[in-house]
């Protein structure tokens, strides 16, 4: 005759199975639907709202250029392919991504869609130049003029290709003409925006990594324009020819103080304009060569240099350190602004990793000993579930203070770290928690349990309680932490719609929400201007 077990009702021997499991169904049907619900949301948003086309050029849109590449390419196909007139912005989108060897094909077929484009023109204008097409080059800074004659970009860039052009030799005369022209005209330097979708706002990361790329094409050509005046100027000195060098070098020291004045005409928002302090640095490297020169000329002639001039020489050397400075932890602060942005998303990520972690610790020790899925009908101690479940809920409140918190202009890399010491001591509470709510829950206490059984049972009982403890205890944790991971998980399904509903972003679009460091560059590029005035 076999002996009948031992069973131990205590620590979840027998009880009501079906209604446990249903239960643990409901709680499972819960977690999925606020996943469910927050992926669609973003599914439909990212995916259904926009054609296929304009899909894939908002996501190129927050790539690298390399990464871009295959999304825009696909687009231009898609674009090609439909009966209606092709769209310029996918190819000219393309042309700005494209690989060196392919870039000037591609902006020749964005140049002939959309020719009447002056900002257009004057980037295919700039890549021309920078490959070499001088002549290709000034014609369509010569177009772009024709189009958008209030802009006095176009003609600071039609006299940086003429030294180059072979009909007009190495004649400087037309080059600064057309300076000086430009210098006195009253019109402003207006450098093209960055080829952007109104869907997106204008004030990221993203969004400034592409005005910066700008700015610096369309100052390459001005830079190299007077590196090569300064050097026929220093010829011109050592060989005692200095004619008219004094003049024509203050032309292009007004060249560069119209960058540097112009740097926040035609920015992105009132307070915010990346790429302005490239323009500036830019201007100021001119001025401070041709001025160095001047100087130079002066001496050769043996007259005395104006001390004006000297004191805006300290003045140009202070303002280039400043804007040097400011370009050289450009790339460290932008990382340290994401990683600031990123921070309750990945304080979050964290807490849901360690959850899982320890459910399938508790897990894989459950089929290593084998416990029963009857432990499930053990009831779970309401009060202290409470307590937890309370305490999730005010991670949703913590997580969303810190966002809120991030917005505000105040905000500093101190703050995030203390943040982030509070989210470690919330987690390890209830990680320990988590440890501890076996033992709140199975009452009596094992011994208690077995010196009440032992006067009545044979000598196995009291190890057998044991095993039925410790396969109790260990489901009972494994509970918990199941609970804990898809409380969390409804947590931050609520905490994404949150960030949705009050900033149109989801948390992980940090390259939208990072400003790019637009607002500290207009106030550095401000404070430049008022001290060169």
């Known amino acids: 005759?076999?002996?009948?077990?031992?069973?131990?009702?205590?620590?979840?021997?027998?009880?009501?199975?079906?209604?446990?499991?249903?239960?643990?169904?409901?709680?499972?049907?819960?977690?999925?639907t606020s996943?469910?619900?927050?992926?669609?949301?973003?599914?439909?948003?990212?995916?259904?709202?926009?054609?296929?086309?304009?899909?894939?050029?908002?996501?190129?849109?927050?790539?690298?250029?390399?990464?871009?590449?295959?999304?825009?390419?696909?687009?231009?196909?898609?674009?090609?392919?439909?009966?209606?007139?092709?769209?310029?912005?996918?190819?000219?989108?393309?042309?700005?991504?494209?690989?060196?060897?392919?870039?000037?094909?591609?902006?020749?077929?964005?140049?002939?869609?959309?020719?009447?484009?002056p900002q257009l023109t004057i980037r295919y204008g700039c890549r021309l130049f920078l490959e070499g097409h001088f002549a290709e080059a000034r014609e369509k800074f010569r177009e772009a003029m024709r189009h958008d004659p209030e802009n006095a970009l176009p003609l600071f860039l039609e006299a940086a290709t003429l030294p180059w052009v072979e009909e007009e030799?190495?004649?400087?005369?037309?080059?600064?003409?057309?300076?000086?022209?430009?210098?006195?005209?009253?019109?402003?330097?207006?450098?093209?925006?960055?080829?952007?979708?109104?869907?997106?706002?204008?004030?990221?990361?993203?969004?400034?990594?592409?005005?910066?790329?700008?700015?610096?094409?369309?100052?390459f050509p001005l830079l190299y324009f007077s590196e090569h005046v300064a050097r026929e100027a220093r010829q011109s000195i050592t060989e005692k020819r200095l004619q008219y060098w004094d003049s024509w070098l203050e032309k292009v020291q007004g060249m560069g103080n119209r960058l540097v004045l112009d740097a926040l005409s035609n920015p992105p928002a009132e307070t915010n304009a990346p790429g302005a302090a490239i323009q500036a640095l830019a201007g100021v490297n001119i001025q401070l060569t041709a001025l160095q020169l001047r100087e130079l000329v002066h001496e050769t002639e043996g007259s005395e240099f104006d001390p004006i001039l000297k004191d805006r020489q300290k003045l140009l050397t202070s303002a280039k350190n400043q804007l040097e400075e400011f370009e050289r932890l450009w790339p460290s602060k932008v990382s340290?602004?994401?990683?600031?942005?990123?921070?309750?998303?990945?304080?979050?990520?964290?807490?849901?990793?360690?959850?899982?972690?320890?459910?399938?610790?508790?897990?894989?020790?459950?089929?290593?000993?084998g416990s029963r899925n009857e432990r499930w009908t053990i009831p779970h101690n309401w009060k202290a579930l409470s307590f937890y479940l309370a305490g999730i809920s005010c991670i949703f409140v913590l997580a969303s203070f810190i966002t809120l918190f991030q917005y505000n202009e105040k905000s500093t890399t101190l703050n995030d770290q203390l943040f982030h010491t509070i989210w470690l001591a919330v987690?390890?509470?209830?990680?320990?928690?988590?440890?501890?709510?076996?033992?709140?829950?199975?009452?009596?206490?094992?011994?208690?349990?077995?010196?009440?059984?032992?006067?009545?049972?044979?000598?196995?009982?009291?190890?057998?309680?044991?095993?039925?403890?410790?396969?109790?205890?260990?489901?009972?944790?494994?509970?918990?932490?199941?609970?804990?991971?898809?409380?969390?998980?409804?947590?931050?399904?609520?905490?994404?719609?949150?960030?949705?509903?009050?900033?149109?972003?989801?948390?992980?679009?940090?390259g939208l929400m990072g400003t790019g460091l637009g607002k500290e560059e207009a106030e550095l590029v401000r404070s430049i201007i008022q001290l060169l005035k």
Not at 7 to 20: T, V
Not at 36 to 64: G, H, Q
Not at 339 to 364: N, S, V
Not at 449 to 477: D, G, Q
């Open 1 to 32: 005759m076999t002996e009948t077990p031992q069973r131990f009702p205590e620590y979840g021997d027998g009880g009501d199975c079906l209604g446990c499991i249903r239960k643990r169904r409901s709680f499972r049907l819960a977690v999925l």
């Open 35 to 117: 996943v469910f619900v927050t992926a669609m949301l973003w599914f439909s948003e990212s995916f259904l709202r926009y054609d296929p086309t304009e899909r894939l050029y908002l996501r190129a849109l927050t790539l690298e250029p390399e990464a871009a590449r295959p999304f825009l390419r696909q687009a231009v196909k898609l674009d090609e392919a439909t009966p209606d007139i092709s769209t310029p912005k996918y190819l000219q989108a393309l042309a700005e991504r494209e690989e060196d060897t392919l870039v000037l094909e591609t902006y020749e077929k964005a140049y002939r869609l959309d020719p009447n484009n």
């Open 169 to 219: 030799g190495k004649d400087l005369r037309k080059s600064l003409a057309l300076i000086a022209k430009a210098n006195n005209s009253g019109k402003l330097v207006e450098i093209p925006r960055p080829l952007w979708s109104p869907n997106l706002p204008q004030t990221g990361v993203w969004y400034a990594k592409a005005r910066r790329q700008i700015v610096q094409e369309v100052c």
């Open 336 to 369: 340290e602004e994401l990683k600031h942005y990123l921070m309750t998303t990945r304080i979050i990520l964290d807490a849901l990793g360690i959850f899982c972690a320890f459910y399938l610790l508790f897990f894989m020790l459950g089929i290593f000993i």
């Open 427 to 510: 987690l390890v509470f209830f990680v320990l928690l988590g440890g501890a709510y076996p033992f709140v829950v199975l009452k009596p206490r094992k011994f208690a349990l077995v010196k009440r059984l032992v006067p009545e049972s044979v000598s196995p009982l009291p190890s057998a309680a044991v095993k039925a403890y410790r396969n109790a205890f260990i489901v009972l944790a494994r509970r918990f932490y199941g609970i804990a991971t898809g409380s969390l998980l409804i947590t931050g399904s609520c905490w994404v719609l949150f960030y949705r509903a009050i900033f149109g972003l989801y948390p992980w679009q940090v």
